[in-house]
């Protein structure tokens, strides 16, 4: 099948009559004709193929900071490219022009153009995101090689539910950090997402023993998961089973969607910080707030502002290699020392400082 948009899936295996997808843990089982739960893939005549292959339906050459990947390249700049659909039930996503929607007629993008439009915007990197971009794995593993290619880095934005199998063709083909959003504990992912948050820990676990470097984000949702309670959880679990130096950025929620709680108070993102630094935590952001403190980055050991942030774009790295210039200590992340808008990243990346 060679329509433009159709390839064959990669991860599949016949059960029976019908064929499994094992692009992420919903492991849909469809039957002849049928279509997954994120709607991008479909069964025909016993083989499965993804209908959303290039299928961009935004592009924006993005700093960095947007993702939010805070200790990643800061100041750099990823071109990012988003599709259709999700593979989660979330009722209150904030992208839900695209992401709720089903495949649509979009601009067909082949990787080669993706990574020469990258170059040719003086970008550093690859970002796919904006929807789930699991859901592009066969398109974002060319795009992923051949960025590699260029020296350019390559990220993730997602909800983390891909197979086992996903993240590690993801690895080999060149992803270099992820940002991946935990919704909740167990039971509002549950009962919101129609997941397992398991499968997310695991995820992150298994890609931060791979190397790649992890951030993680937490919309914080009055009534979903603003008990302390549950942000303490959150908190420990990204101590316990990431490390102490693994970002994490609690990020505002405005009413979109089917949902209809209060936007986030402010004092419930300080409030949710407090939490995260008394679990442990080094680095607690407060994101999609205008101009708040809690955006730049802090040495944990002297309190001396280290990186600063104001607005998406303009950013000041006041560090010493990657380490703090007062006091010595190492902070954690990969590319601290770049500096340069020149579109040379340098050969550090692929070993984060953790
Ligand atoms: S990618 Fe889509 S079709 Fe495949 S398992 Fe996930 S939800 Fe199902």
Redesign the pocket.
Known sequence: MSRSGVRRGLLQEPVGEKVR?L??E???LLGEGAI???R??RNEGGTIYTLTYGSVSSLSANPIEKKPLYHFYPGSVALTAGSWSC?FACPWCQNYDISKSPPRPGRYMSPEEFVHTTVARGCQGTSISFNEPT?SLEWSLEVFQLAREQALYNTYVTNGYMTVQALALLVEAGLDAMNVDVKGDAAAVREFCQADVEVVWRNCRAAREAGVWLEMTTLVIPGVNDDPAVLRGIAGRIVSDLGAGVPWHLSAYFPAYRFDAPPTPVATLERAREIGLQEGLHYVYIGNVVGHPAQHTYCPECGMLLIERWGLGETRVHLDGGSCPRCGRAIPGVGLAWKSRDNSLGRERGTPNV
């Open positions: 997808c692009t992420c919903r492991r849909c997954g739960w994120c991008t893939r593979n859901l």
